[in-house]
């Protein structure tokens, strides 16, 4: 079935915990008809949450791509996380969709979460459309959820549906733009619906609504003013056409209703999606940096154009090795060719090319621009990789992952569990860029190392549950590093007789103390022809060896200058081993000179609170170290950015929780190392 960009919509469902979203995705694949039988959250059968850890939580942590079709339309749904400490992948998933459907919970409303979420989106000017869920729930106020949409999240929000009824009364809903009552028959699972008159009790209320939506479209369009005032009747084409405009601009939030356990509701929505997000056609290029010249390019969505996607999401399949979801942006890749990943600059080759349908995939020959699929065959490749060709190699925007701040040792629990756990770190890191581990060498034990508590919470469980790994893991640690504060030069010399031949080098070092932030430098001021360019080489491998084994504590090394002042050499005993070794001996000892101090992460962190609690949530900052540098009111909230040490933000998000009633949110990104102050 091939799709041209117009007929494509890339869609995000995005909600709070327990909004309904996994129920919502499930309806959407029964009603389109790739789903035969309904699954359900609540006994554990969802088709989204693949992934068996998900389905005993209950929460979805993989965003999984799924196309399902809709009024000849073709829709990919990008499952997005809705907690936040996933923050990587869902600003991944927000960049790979065109569009997104807020699902909000008709008792709960914009819940902290969804504030959140919803701020992300609109960083990445994502056009969205909104669907109040479970109006069946007992407390289920649709009115009550508009007025949240104005007050919490500035949006103007206009309904094209109304509820007839709600809590257990909830029958249906009335169509603002047909004016007719839409009924969805229970026996057939909501599958069959049917268009009623309206109940006469809800004949003012539905006049009432229908005149707010054209007062809300006509306020963008004169077309519609004009056959308003004139009293003739608007055309639904008309007012849909305005909807669209003002939805991609995001000057109007659309919101649709309904039950997606009830089965009610839903197939309006599909209807939603189809006329009112964009397509791949519909939103501005994708802004590329070449390769090579680091210059800024626009990707235009053109099949014919140079070949470009984005690999947005790994998921390791036990039968098929890596699974790459990437989104195209240009051009068009064929299945059986050779490609080049052109972040990692290695080739690699296109196997198959799979469309993942609801619980089957689904081969294909070839994937065009705008549209979404699955790379069967990359062996290097990981999350955030552009593919291209030689031809034009042009990075989709350099992904930069922040550096992993917290650590736990985890250790096989026998023996033979070791390699085992080895290859499932090995494939954790490739679909979590976020996530790294290493081998440390003096204690033996492997250090895995993540963005927060909850990401290496759920990493452990994954480790175990998933890819059957039994191992024991230590508490959370903070990452140290370490560095020194004063300049030192030593020179050092070295001499060993091995297998009957004397081995003998000379080093002098200066090392200087960088700026926090400016990282390792290495610099050589001894002019080339001194000594083979070997021995140089080997020179330098002794001092980075050293930057990873660290001074006293074995931590790695940050923010250290290391000048290579003088060497004396004398060809008969050089070796590259002796220089080697001379330098790593001789960094050794001047950074030990050098006053050594350990070094703790300070982390960027950004509060976003309602106003009323700034007071109580500085306080809560500021008794952990925390700075506040500055802070700026947005309508919605107050944004605070302060910088705190890492190690005193263990649990910060339950102080944060209590403090502001559950409506603050905060987020950290690694700053920089400074030196570790206080116990």
């Known amino acids: 079935m091939h799709m041209q960009s117009e007929d494509i919509r890339n869609i995000g469902i995005m909600a709070h915990i327990d909004a ?44 999984a791509a799924t196309t399902c079709y809709w009024k000849g339309k073709q829709i990919n749904i990008i499952d997005t996380p809705g907690h936040v400490d996933f923050t990587a992948e869902v600003e991944r998933a927000l960049r790979v969709l065109d569009g997104a459907v807020g699902v909000f919970c008709a008792v709960g409303g914009v ?48 309904p094209l549906f109304i509820p007839v009824g709600k809590e257990s009364k909830f029958e249906g809903i009335i169509d603002l733009l047909k004016m007719k009552m839409v009924v969805f028959d229970a026996a057939s699972e909501g599958y069959d619906y049917s268009y009623v008159d309206i109940p006469a009790d809800m004949q003012d209320e539905a006049d009432q609504w229908r005149e707010k939506l054209i007062d809300s479209v006509s306020s963008f369009s004169d077309e519609i003013t004009e056959l308003y005032f004139a009293g003739e009747e608007i055309p639904s084409d008309k007012i849909i056409a305005t909807l669209r405009k003002c939805t991609l601009e995001r000057k109007l939030l659309p919101v649709f209703v309904g039950s997606s356990l009830k089965n009610i509701g839903v197939q309006c929505l599909l209807d939603g999606v189809v006329d009112l997000l964009p397509s791949p056609a519909d939103i501005p290029p994708a802004i590329g940096i070449h390769a090579k010249k680091e210059t800024e390019v626009k990707v235009e969505n053109d099949p014919k154009g140079p070949p470009l996607a984005l690999v947005f999401k790994v998921q390791y399949d036990r039968e098929a090795g890596p699974l790459c ?68 190699q042009i990075l989709l925007e350099k992904m930069v992952f922040p550096v992993p701040v917290i650590s736990v040792a985890i250790e096989p ?32 034990q492997l250090v895995i190392s993540g963005m927060g508590e909850l990401h290496l919470d759920v990493l452990v469980t994954r480790l175990t549950k998933e890819l059957k790994v039994s191992c024991q893991v230590g508490k959370p640690q903070v990452t140290y ?38 990282g390792n430098v290495y610099e050589n001021l001894v002019s080339a022809k001194t000594m083979p360019p070997e021995l140089f080489d080997a020179i330098k491998r002794g001092v980075e060896n050293s930057f990873q084994s660290g001074i006293k504590y074995g931590y790695e090394v940050c923010d250290t200058k290391v000048e290579l002042v003088s060497v004396k ?15 790593a001996m001789c960094f050794d000892a001047a950074a030990n000179e050098a006053e050594p101090v350990l070094m703790e992460p300070i982390m960027d962190v950004t509060l976003i609170v309602p106003s009323q609690y700034v007071g109580e949530a500085i306080s809560s900052l500021t008794t952990r170290g925390g700075i506040v540098s500055s802070m700026e009111s947005k309508p919605s909230a107050d944004h605070i950015i302060a910088q705190a040490p890492l190690a005193k933000l263990f649990g910060y998000t339950t102080a944060l929780r209590s403090a502001t009633q559950g409506r603050g949110s905060f987020s950290m990104e690694f700053s920089h190392y400074a030196p570790k102050t206080g116990n």
């Open 20 to 63: 309904g979203k996994t129920t919502t995705t499930e309806r959407i694949l029964y009603y389109t008809g790739e789903n035969h039988r309904i699954g359900e959250v609540d006994n554990g059968e969802a088709t989204m949450d693949w992934m068996e850890q998900e389905q005993d939580r209950g929460i979805t942590i993989t965003s």
């Open 111 to 158: 819940e902290p979460q969804s504030e959140t979420v919803w701020r992300q989106a609109n960083t990445y000017n994502v056009p969205r459309i909104a669907f109040v869920n479970k109006m069946d729930r007992l407390g289920a106020d649709f009115y009550a959820v508009l007025e949240d949409i104005k007050t919490k999240l500035k949006e103007e929000p206009v």
């Open 325 to 392: 979801f990437i989104r195209v942006y240009s051009g068009t890749f064929h299945k059986s060719t050779a490609v080049l990943n052109i972040t990692k600059k290695k080739r690699e080759r296109i196997n198959r090319l799979l469309r993942m349908h609801a619980n089957r995939p689904e081969e294909i020959q070839e994937l065009k621009s705008g549209d979404i699929g699955v790379v069967v065959g990359f062996k290097g490749a990981q999350t955030g990789d552009t593919i291209g060709t030689e031809g034009a």
């Open 413 to 444: 629990t026998t023996a033979s569990d070791q390699d085992k756990l080895q290859k499932a770190l090995e494939i954790l890191s490739s679909e979590d860029p976020t996530f790294t581990w290493k081998d440390n060498e003096e204690t033996g």
């Open 481 to 518: 590093r370490e560095s020194i504060t004063q300049s030192v030069e030593h020179t050092q010399t070295f001499s060993r007789v091995i297998a009957g031949k004397e081995n003998a080098a000379e080093v002098t070092l200066r090392l200087t103390p960088q700026e926090s932030k400016e």
């Open 569 to 583: 050499y004398n060809e008969l005993t050089a070796s590259e081993f002796a220089f080697e070794a001379c330098a």
